[in-house]
């Protein structure tokens, strides 16, 4: 893809093409001022599609990049400084999410109070919550994020 | 167990459930006491329920506890519009315990968040109904002497009944061979299966109910709900294949009790009542025991 390097920012790899806009939401790249770039359905020898994104000037926590896990498990970030790469970062599924995911379950409470969801971790790899509050289990297919 | 809710059976370890079993034991023997005096019980019920309500209203009244509330929605501020919250919030400033039941799934949860009393689910939707878990237990308990190594039978509904799901993660405790006996449409979800895989416990299913059963110590029998069904063809099929008769009986072993969480439509034949091994009923009258050990519990008392 000929796109040019950034100076200063955060690359994106890895994320599955299917769930590029997941990631733009969730991060709310829709809503910043940096230049951001992303391709997508690039060729991956594991992810089958791939998309990448570069934002340049921004630079993210790491509970922040962590929220994008339940989209793209296996995404790869980059960091740049002065066009190097300073550092390499994975996602990491984290054991206990917090309103991040809508619960699947039409019965359940969080879908009718203005309850904050939280659900914990089951499966890291096929992504699967179990709901605090009705238990029942939310897996990648039916994952909505909030 | 002081000021603790009981929304899941899993709230409870092993030991905190044999501590109830056994305080449930002690009412059986001398039900009526005033331990509850002075005490406000608030009974929500948010979905009609008559067994379970009365059982629990049944159990604060021979304890001499005092209880405010209402038996469905329609008779409380809910059908003005309240929320679950605003409605908990309230009540546990008035009351010194919560019983709940809703239809919505992870209400009881919820509640227990909201609420400075401890809350007991009494049904959340399809979700738990630990208080029925645990008469299940102590009605298991007392007609076998033991819970564990039993051979347990769960007969009818086993993909939506919510009590089979309960009492099969509790029983799994104590080393249980269950078999599983349901129509195609109502197996028992594999997810429950890969539980019991996970634990190294047997399991065996069956589509006919037969002879199997000479080999069960308890007989579970649910009720096949109509509404279950997508096609109504297979349900015509079904309802009379998953009846319990007394005929059937005769081979079953001696300590063998059938259970049943009722109401019954006519999946256990009347005929059938009359068998010294039918304990259904018995079982509903363990329920109040059972509540009145854990509201004890719960507050503190016992």
Known sequence: MSVSAIENGTVIDHVPAKNLFKVIQILGLDHIDSQITFGTNLESKKLGRKAIIKISGKFFEDDDINRIALVAPEAKLNIIRDYEVVEKKVVEVPDNITGI??????????????????????SKKNVALKCHYCEKITTQENLQII | MKNRSLVSIDDFSTEEIITILNLAEEFEKQPVRNLLDGKVIATLFFEPST???????????RLGGKIVGFADAASSSVSKGETLHDTIRMVSSYSDLIVIRHPIEGSARYASEIASVPVINAGDGANQHPTQTLLDLY?????????????????????????????????????????????????????????LENLGLKYYEHSDFTDIISKADIIYMTRVQKERFSDPIEYEKVKNVYVLRDSMLRNTKPNMRILHPLPRVNEIHTDVDRNPKAYYFEQALNGVYTRQAILCSLLGIK
Request: charged residues 20%; positive net charge.
């Open chain 1, 101 to 122: 995911a809508k619960c699947v379950n039409p019965k359940c409470i969080t879908n009718f109070e203005p309850v904050t969801t939280r659900f914990r971790v089951v």
């Open chain 2, 51 to 61: 067994r379970t309500r009365l059982s629990f209203e049944s159990a604060i009244n």
């Open chain 2, 139 to 195: 009605s298991i308990r007392k007609t076998q002497g033991t819970l564990n190594n039993l051979n347990i039978f769960m007969v009818g509904d086993l993909k939506y009944g919510r009590t089979v799901h309960s009492l099969m993660m509790a029983m799994s405790r104590w080393n249980t061979t269950f078999n599983f006996i349901a129509p195609e449409e109502l197996k028992m979800p594999d997810e429950f299966k890969l539980y």
